[in-house]
């Protein structure tokens, strides 16, 4: 089975830049996947692979990987950038399974 | 573009089966594999299991002895049941489709992910 680790909660000034962070073994192999979450929605997905944006998506997030880290950066936050956030990826078993981060609640002062 | 919609009992009885249905719109369910998520109030997504539109399926461990998935290509619907639920299991549940890619560092992705429905376990 696989682990994906996320900090829980992260905050950031007004067009400032932040990093969040998930790591795991599996993370090695796979790369992640990042949806956001606001209140009450559904989760969107903001980046998948190496740093693919799906369409509709702000150019200023922005995926990378390092190791056993994956990285999701909010270029310039913007109020409505506040939510949380869940990496995703395979599970490292070959069973091809999937796991989640436990999710990081995005704060923007 | 594709949608994807969920239904099914707002109410189970505890030790009973829950079951849900997502249905596909604005295009073909075939060729993908299909999942379902979950999220207990205030809590973080757990991954179900997912399925093939040939049947095939994948389940987490944890939950894989009580849980069954089904497809319905005519109807461009797949389903999910799982068994013997109690109060735990009382959750917000998604169906989104599961794309991946095979590279040299595979990835996987969910999108477009229906709704939700919320689910509570209660007599």
């Known amino acids: 089975s696989s682990e994906l680790t996320q900090d829980p909660a992260v905050s950031v000034a007004l067009g400032q830049t932040v990093r969040i962070t998930c790591q795991g073994d599996?993370?090695?192999?796979?790369?992640a996947s990042w949806y956001q979450q606001k209140p009450g929605q559904a989760p969107v997905l903001v980046i998948y692979?190496?740093?693919n944006r799906p369409s509709g998506i702000p150019d200023r997030f922005s995926g990378s990987s390092s190791g056993n880290t994956a990285s999701l950066t909010i270029t310039g936050a913007q109020a409505e950038d506040e939510a949380d956030y869940y990496c995703?990826?395979?599970?490292?078993?070959?069973?091809?399974?999937?796991?989640f981060g436990g999710g990081t609640k995005l704060t923007v002062l | 573009q594709v949608q994807l919609q969920e239904s099914g009992p707002g109410l189970v009885k505890p030790s009973e089966t829950l079951s849900l249905t997502c249905t596909v719109s604005?295009?073909?369910?075939?060729?993908?594999?299909w999942s379902w998520i979950r999220q207990p109030a205030g809590k973080g997504l757990e991954w179900i299991g997912r399925?093939?539109?040939?049947?095939?399926?994948n389940y987490n461990p944890s939950l894989k002895s009580r849980v069954t998935m089904s497809v319905d290509t005519s109807k461009n619907q797949f389903s999910l049941k799982l068994s013997s639920v109690t109060a735990a299991d009382t959750a917000v549940y998604y169906c989104?489709?599961?794309?991946?890619?095979?590279?040299?560092?595979?990835?996987?992705?969910?999108?477009?992910w229906g709704q939700g429905t919320l689910v509570t376990v209660s007599s």
């Open positions: 989104a489709r599961d794309l991946y890619r095979v590279a040299r560092y595979p990835y996987n992705w969910f999108d477009p």
């Open positions: 604005g295009g073909s369910i075939s060729s993908y594999y």
């Open positions: 399925i093939y539109t040939s049947g095939s399926t």
């Open positions: 599996s993370l090695r192999s796979y790369y």
């Open positions: 692979g190496k740093n």
């Open positions: 995703n990826s395979r599970d490292s078993s070959g069973n091809h399974l999937r796991v």
